[in-house]
Nanobody
């Protein structure tokens, strides 16, 4: 089995920063890609950022220039540095990973349990 454990959420004032962390563990050969999604109350889950093992990144337009995604392939971890936070960034943030459990296997999707990010004064 594979588990994703997130940390780093919390309450922050507008304009502040938070750093999210997600570590994958278990039976893992490789992970590609890893990323972050978020879901605000009453809204659908949406992609925030995604990073591939080669380093290429994708960001939602709403977070470009404010959020930075990075990963440590050796540790199967992904980070999301969130700066200049806005109230509309308030949501539950979920870590996502596409995992290959052994060489030549089909990929499987895994999700973290979610971490709350609240931006409010």
């Amino acid at each position: 089995q594979v588990q994703l454990v997130e940390s780093g959420g919390g309450l922050v004032q507008p304009g502040g920063s938070l750093r999210l962390h997600c570590a994958a563990s278990g039976s893992i050969f490789s992970i590609n890609p890893m990323g972050w999604y978020r879901q605000a109350p009453g809204k659908q889950r949406e992609l925030v950022a995604r990073i591939f093992s080669g380093g290429s990144k994708i960001y939602a337009d709403s977070v470009k220039g404010r959020f930075t995604i990075s990963r440590d392939n050796a540790k199967n971890t992904v980070y999301l540095q969130m700066n200049s936070l806005k109230p509309e960034d308030t949501a539950v943030y979920y870590c996502h990973a596409v995992v290959f459990r052994y060489a030549g296997s089909m990929p499987n999707d895994y999700w973290g349990q979610g971490t709350q990010v609240t931006v409010s004064s």
